[in-house]
Every structure is written in structure tokens, then in C-alpha cells.
């Protein structure tokens, strides 16, 4: 591969502009090597020159490294002068601006660098003075009445990543055509190196972050505290705030992960920093083994997401699903409001048991699009009357009035309660499982995943999927329906049988989300092996089409 002249320049003029000499000497360096014909800093020049980032399921993100298609000062630079002339095209200018980080690599350049843009810009700056949680900044966005709210995280992306969380409208993140408005106002920011930066910023005091505790150990809705939790927040910033509100809420018998107890951006002890993939929780479970603890707790890095482990009735240990997780605090939350007027939500790849028990209560439901920038505007768009939503990739909104976003931290300390709640009555959390297969059939989902190297693959499977989709699965009859342009999903749906397939918003992936529902009308566990038997069934299936 040759570098064309255009890229050649491009690369030039963003060398030229970028106000961090370490990034420029950096794609100096490419660009050498590039020139000097080397084929594979060619490839690499044109993947890092491929940007802008644009806003994803969860705002920017991508790989920390120099480039326009990167997350490093100069992208941060110009995303922040973007956000601070649409904030001010908005009646915005001058409004208060709470700007927040984790501990990855770049984090607290990018978190100067954004507070620096905006306090030159005129806004009344509010900087966390370390790095804290992701829900915090949310709450904080809305209990300081702030006109927005950034967070430099990647969550749970990879090492190598990082990102640029935005909140704006009443502390929920932008959803179009808010964000492509802001994309637009970044386009025209001139040279990143030309844009103005003061430190004139003050720090929110550790009163107002005080607050969040309090507020979410305020959520248990039992009076039982006899319950030994195994934690781990995965090398991430959520252990001290995490065991902050456990104990303010009375939760005192609290283990942690020791190798993840500390911040580390380079996730030693895991491949990928995501309570989701395999191995991700071994040294969670292990500790629950060892501690002999009744519930064990994972964050992700930023702490916006919670996994919950539990002890089998055999003695061993495994995470639930978020499905699984989701359904037992939607359950535990309408069993302790009023149902008239309360409102439940999950998204449309997520399980279709909440419904059901949504239904049971008087509850309203609804499904959203995937992410929590749709999920805490369900119903009327505005999220009146929302007391829980969740989605399958382990997010839980449980205190929408606060913090209208997922929070892994609210989420512990509820399932906490829960759990509990339950050892107290000599029940456990798959005793409650089982009440609701019962009650509402055995609801089983599953997940398969296609990561890819080249981007464009992503596009020609949904194509050909799109094209030629499968008339049966599992043995049942199923209509495809193109979810566009509402979503880039396909579905495809038979009786007792879905499966919907998307691009990932975050990741190199195409995903497919399975659920099967089998009727329990006799035995639960006959019922329950049917299911795995068509879930395993219709996994095989499914991964055969995503090659």
C-alpha cells in the first residue's frame, strides 16, 4: 500500500495542529515509515487518518493514539469546542459543566484538556478531583443542575482504549439529532492547537460527591443487612465508592478482589475488562468460593455496569445473565412501589420476561433501542414514570430520578438488599428464578458474537443476511423484519423463538441475541432442559450464519 498524496497532507496539516508534541512526534513516526514504503505503517496511517470518532452507543471512543481517528488531545480538544458552541447555540452559554474521568491510559490529560477548552469558553467548570464512577458524574450533572456533563471513560472497552461520555439533555445522554448537531459544530472547530484553554475551573467539593453515597445507600428497601459479598471492580475506579455505600446502607461484610481492588489502565489480570467475557470473573468466583459469601458483585472499570455471581445448589459458583440480573431487580423493585403509574423498561434485545412480571404487577412497560440514552426516555420519550430499566449487557437503572443512566453501583447495593432480604426468609436469589420460570415459562437467552478485524465486514454480513435470512431456526418457522431505519437490527421471530442481530455500538462486532420461552406445565426442570436443548439448538445455528 502507497500513500496516496491527500493522505500524505492530511497527515501533515494534523501534525502541524495537534497541540501535544508527544502525539505529533507519534504519527510523525508513522508517516516516515509510511512514506519510506514500509506496507503496514501505510495500512496503519490510513486507519488512523479514517476519523472523525463519531458518537456511538455510549458517546466517542476508540484507541488512545495520534490521529483524528483516536482518542488523544487533539480529538478531545476539538470534540470539547464543538460541544461548547452547540451548548451555546442553545441558550447553554455560561451554564454550569461537570467534567469527570476514570484511571485509563489518558484519561487525566483528556479530562484537563476538555475542563481547560470549556473554562475558556465561558462555562462555569466543575471538575471531580480524582478518578471516580461514571454514575457519579450523572448524578452530579443533575444534582448540580449542570447544562452538561462529560466523562473521559472507555468503560469496558479494551486497555488500549479510551473515550468521551456526554451528558446533556436533564443529565441523559444526547440521542439524534442531538449528537449529529454536535458532530457538525466539531467539523467546523479550527486547528485543535488554536483553541483557547484556561484552568480557571473549580473542584466539586467532596460534600456534593458525598451525596451520591448517601443517596444510593438510601435505596435498600428491607431492613436485613446479614449478607458476606465478594467484589472485584476489575482493576477499575468503583472499590472505594462501591464500599463507601455498601457500608453507609449497613452492608459491612464486604471481600474484595485483591489483585483488582486498585486502578490499573493496563487490566493486568484479565484479557478484557468486561464482567461479561469468559474467565473475566474467575478470580470473583474464586473469593466467593473462599470467603463462603452469599452474593458476589463485579464492576466494570467505570462502574456503570454490575454482574451478579451466586452459589449454585451444588456449592459452586457462576455469574448470572444480565437477563437474569435484570429480571430479579425488576421484580424486586415493582414488588415495592405502587404498580399503577410505575414503569418498567429493558431494550429489544434484551429478554421479554420483564413484561410479564411488568404485567403481573400493573406495571407499564415498553422497549427501546439498544443503550441507556434511549432507555431513560422510555415511554413518553421523556421517561415519565420510570422506576427500573435494564439491558442485557449488564446496565441497571435503578434510581432514574438521579442518575438516568446506568449504575453499577446503585445496582449492587440494590441486589444486595435483595439478596438479603431473601437469606433472612431462607430463600435465595435462584429460588426467585424459579418462581418466575413457573410463573411466567422459562425464559433462556444467549449470546453470539463475530469480532472483526475489518470494519467493513460488519456492513456486507448484515447485507447478506438482510438478503437471504434463514425461514427456520430451531426446528420453528421464522419472519425476518428489517428493524431500519429505527435500527440497524434484524429480526427474526417464530413461536418461542427470537433472534436479533446488530452491529455492535461499541466493539468490532456483530452480535445476535437468542431467547427461547418454553411453557413450564409441569416438572421446572423438564421444562428447563427442553429449553437448553433448543437454546443449544439454535446457538449452533446462529453461529453457523455469523462466519
Given at each position: 500500500?502507497?500513500?496516496?498524496?491527500?493522505?500524505?497532507?492530511?497527515?501533515?496539516?494534523?501534525?502541524?495542529?495537534?497541540?501535544?508534541?508527544?502525539?505529533?512526534?507519534?504519527?510523525?513516526?508513522?508517516?516516515?515509515?509510511?512514506?519510506?514504503?514500509?506496507?503496514?505503517?501505510?495500512?496503519?496511517?490510513?486507519?488512523?487518518?479514517?476519523?472523525?470518532?463519531?458518537?456511538?452507543?455510549?458517546?466517542?471512543?476508540?484507541?488512545?493514539?495520534?490521529?483524528?481517528?483516536?482518542?488523544?488531545?487533539?480529538?478531545?480538544?476539538?470534540?470539547?469546542?464543538?460541544?461548547?458552541?452547540?451548548?451555546r447555540r442553545n441558550g447553554h452559554a455560561g451554564g454550569l459543566v461537570v467534567v469527570g474521568r476514570d484511571a485509563r491510559h489518558g484519561s487525566k490529560q483528556f479530562h484537563q484538556a476538555a475542563a481547560g477548552?470549556?473554562?475558556?469558553?465561558?462555562?462555569?467548570?466543575?471538575?471531580?478531583?480524582?478518578?471516580?464512577?461514571?454514575?457519579?458524574?450523572?448524578?452530579?450533572?443533575?444534582?448540580?443542575?449542570?447544562?452538561?456533563?462529560?466523562?473521559?471513560?472507555?468503560?469496558?472497552?479494551?486497555?488500549?482504549?479510551?473515550?468521551?461520555?456526554?451528558?446533556?439533555?436533564?443529565g441523559a445522554q444526547i440521542v439524534p439529532p442531538t449528537d449529529r448537531e454536535i458532530e457538525a459544530a466539531i467539523e467546523a472547530v479550527a486547528a485543535a492547537v488554536s483553541v483557547p484553554r484556561s484552568t480557571?475551573?473549580?473542584?466539586?467539593?467532596?460534600?456534593?460527591?458525598?451525596?451520591?453515597?448517601?443517596?444510593?445507600?438510601?435505596?435498600?428497601?428491607?431492613?436485613?443487612?446479614?449478607?458476606?459479598?465478594?467484589?472485584?471492580?476489575?482493576?477499575?475506579?468503583?472499590?472505594?465508592?462501591?464500599?463507601?455505600?455498601?457500608?453507609?446502607?449497613?452492608?459491612?461484610?464486604?471481600?474484595?478482589?485483591?489483585?483488582?481492588?486498585?486502578?490499573?489502565?493496563?487490566?493486568?489480570?484479565?484479557?478484557?475488562?468486561?464482567?461479561?467475557?469468559?474467565?473475566?470473573?474467575?478470580?470473583?468466583?474464586?473469593?466467593?468460593?473462599?470467603?463462603?459469601?452469599?452474593?458476589?458483585?463485579?464492576?466494570?472499570?467505570?462502574?456503570?455496569?454490575?454482574?451478579?455471581?451466586?452459589?449454585?445448589?451444588?456449592?459452586?459458583?457462576?455469574?448470572?445473565?444480565?437477563?437474569?440480573?435484570?429480571?430479579?431487580?425488576?421484580?424486586?423493585?415493582?414488588?415495592?412501589?405502587?404498580?399503577?403509574?410505575?414503569?418498567?423498561?429493558?431494550?429489544?434485545?434484551?429478554?421479554?420476561?420483564?413484561?410479564?412480571?411488568?404485567?403481573?404487577?400493573?406495571?407499564?412497560?415498553?422497549?427501546?433501542?439498544?443503550?441507556?440514552?434511549?432507555?431513560?426516555?422510555?415511554?413518553?420519550?421523556?421517561?415519565?414514570?420510570?422506576?427500573?430499566?435494564?439491558?442485557?449487557?449488564?446496565?441497571?437503572?435503578?434510581?432514574?430520578?438521579?442518575?438516568?443512566?446506568?449504575?453499577?453501583?446503585?445496582?449492587?447495593?440494590?441486589?444486595?438488599?435483595?439478596?438479603?432480604?431473601?437469606?433472612?426468609?431462607?430463600?435465595?436469589?435462584?429460588?426467585?428464578?424459579?418462581?418466575?420460570?413457573?410463573?411466567?415459562?422459562?425464559?433462556?437467552?444467549?449470546?453470539?458474537?463475530?469480532?472483526?478485524?475489518?470494519?467493513?465486514?460488519?456492513?456486507?454480513?448484515?447485507?447478506?443476511?438482510?438478503?437471504?435470512?434463514?425461514?427456520?431456526?430451531?426446528?420453528?418457522?421464522?419472519?425476518?423484519?428489517?428493524?431500519?431505519p429505527r435500527a440497524d437490527v434484524l429480526a427474526l421471530r417464530g413461536a418461542g423463538v427470537r433472534v436479533l442481530i446488530r452491529p455492535s455500538g461499541t466493539e468490532p462486532k456483530v452480535k445476535a441475541y437468542?431467547?427461547?420461552?418454553?411453557?413450564?406445565?409441569?416438572?421446572?426442570?423438564?421444562?428447563?432442559?427442553?429449553?437448553?436443548?433448543?437454546?443449544?439448538?439454535?446457538?449452533?445455528?446462529?453461529?453457523?450464519?455469523?462466519?
Amino acid at each position: 500500500m502507497t500513500v496516496r498524496p491527500a493522505l500524505r497532507d492530511a497527515a501533515f496539516r494534523w501534525i502541524a495542529d495537534d497541540p501535544d508534541p508527544a502525539a505529533r512526534a507519534e504519527l510523525q513516526a508513522v508517516l516516515a515509515k509510511a512514506i519510506a514504503g514500509d506496507p503496514a505503517a501505510a495500512e496503519e496511517l490510513a486507519d488512523r487518518m479514517a476519523g472523525p470518532l463519531t458518537f456511538g452507543t455510549a458517546g466517542l471512543r476508540g484507541p488512545v493514539r495520534a490521529g483524528p481517528n483516536g482518542m488523544n488531545e487533539a480529538v478531545v480538544v476539538r470534540t470539547t469546542a464543538g460541544l461548547a458552541d452547540w451548548l451555546r447555540r442553545n441558550g447553554h452559554a455560561g451554564g454550569l459543566v461537570v467534567v469527570g474521568r476514570d484511571a485509563r491510559h489518558g484519561s487525566k490529560q483528556f479530562h484537563q484538556a476538555a475542563a481547560g477548552v470549556l473554562a475558556a469558553a465561558g462555562f462555569d467548570v466543575r471538575v471531580l478531583g480524582g478518578p471516580l464512577p461514571t454514575p457519579v458524574t450523572a448524578f452530579l450533572v443533575r444534582r448540580l443542575g449542570a447544562v452538561a456533563g462529560v466523562q473521559i471513560t472507555a468503560s469496558h472497552n479494551p486497555p488500549a482504549d479510551n473515550g468521551y461520555k456526554l451528558y446533556v439533555q436533564q443529565g441523559a445522554q444526547i440521542v439524534p439529532p442531538t449528537d449529529r448537531e454536535i458532530e457538525a459544530a466539531i467539523e467546523a472547530v479550527a486547528a485543535a492547537v488554536s483553541v483557547p484553554r484556561s484552568t480557571n475551573w473549580s473542584t466539586v467539593p467532596a460534600a456534593e460527591v458525598a451525596e451520591y453515597v448517601a443517596r444510593a445507600a438510601g435505596l435498600p428497601r428491607g431492613t436485613a443487612r446479614e449478607l458476606r459479598v465478594a467484589a472485584t471492580p476489575m482493576h477499575g475506579v468503583g472499590a472505594d465508592t462501591l464500599a463507601s455505600v455498601l457500608g453507609a446502607a449497613g452492608f459491612t461484610d464486604v471481600h474484595f478482589v485483591a489483585e483488582q481492588r486498585e486502578p490499573d489502565p493496563d487490566f493486568p489480570t484479565v484479557s478484557f475488562p468486561n464482567p461479561e467475557e469468559p474467565g473475566a470473573t474467575d478470580l470473583l468466583l474464586e473469593l466467593a468460593s473462599t470467603v463462603d459469601a452469599d452474593l458476589a458483585v463485579a464492576l466494570d472499570p467505570d462502574a456503570d455496569r454490575c454482574a451478579l455471581g451466586v452459589r449454585e445448589r451444588d456449592g459452586s459458583w457462576r455469574m448470572l445473565r444480565g437477563d437474569e440480573t435484570g429480571v430479579l431487580l425488576g421484580e424486586h423493585v415493582l414488588s415495592t412501589v405502587d404498580g399503577a403509574g410505575a414503569l418498567v423498561a429493558t431494550t429489544i434485545v434484551s429478554s421479554s420476561l420483564l413484561s410479564s412480571v411488568a404485567a403481573a404487577h400493573g406495571a407499564s412497560y415498553d422497549e427501546t433501542l439498544t443503550g441507556f440514552k434511549w432507555l431513560v426516555r422510555a415511554g413518553d420519550g421523556l421517561g415519565t414514570g420510570l422506576v427500573y430499566a435494564y439491558e442485557e449487557a449488564l446496565g441497571h437503572c435503578v434510581d432514574p430520578d438521579f442518575v438516568r443512566d446506568k449504575d453499577g453501583i446503585s445496582a449492587a447495593v440494590l441486589a444486595c438488599d435483595l439478596a438479603a432480604t431473601l437469606k433472612a426468609e431462607g430463600r435465595t436469589l435462584l429460588d426467585v428464578l424459579d418462581e418466575l420460570s413457573v410463573a411466567h415459562g422459562v425464559h433462556l437467552t444467549d449470546q453470539v458474537s463475530l469480532r472483526v478485524d475489518d470494519l467493513s465486514r460488519i456492513g456486507s454480513l448484515m447485507s447478506e443476511l438482510r438478503a437471504d435470512p434463514p425461514a427456520q431456526l430451531g426446528s420453528v418457522t421464522v419472519t425476518a423484519e428489517d428493524l431500519r431505519p429505527r435500527a440497524d437490527v434484524l429480526a427474526l421471530r417464530g413461536a418461542g423463538v427470537r433472534v436479533l442481530i446488530r452491529p455492535s455500538g461499541t466493539e468490532p462486532k456483530v452480535k445476535a441475541y437468542l431467547e427461547v420461552v418454553q411453557p413450564v406445565s409441569g416438572d421446572l426442570g423438564a421444562a428447563r432442559e427442553q429449553a437448553r436443548a433448543r437454546l443449544a439448538q439454535l446457538h449452533g445455528e446462529i453461529s453457523a450464519l455469523l462466519v
